[in-house]
């Protein structure tokens, strides 16, 4: 086999392997008690919309200050900047903004819920792939 095939089916092993845990871990669920329960219902249907959307939970990432998700399709090997484009959201802020970099970027954008959902922006998000212009929003 070639080293391309290779590394194809390895990305393919990895996408499969994320599928099946892309929900946000009951641990972390667990560690919410603190925050008001409005805020963990709306980090749950965040999860749930963009994880139906393709988007893997970042449990390496994550902590109990940010949840981290990243869009496995745009993955590329990159000199400088994100191999892959990665969005998430801050504990301090309660989840208000979602930030957004993308793959082989370091420019970080922010959204509102509404502009991510409402505006298209998140179409546009996980269309981009390195090498191409960062977008304009």
Known sequence: MSKGSDAKKARRRK???ARQTRLVPQEM???LADIPDAVVAD???FDQRITARGWTF????????YAVWFYEPSGAEVEDGLPVTSLWLDAAEDGAIVRVVFVGSVERYEFTHEELADDGA???IEGYRVGQPLPRF
């Open 43 to 45: 980090l749950a249907e």
């Open 122 to 124: 998140l179409d546009v």
């Open 15 to 17: 996408r499969r392997a």
């Open 29 to 31: 669920v667990d560690g």
């Open 58 to 65: 970042d449990e390496e990432e994550s902590n109990d200050d």
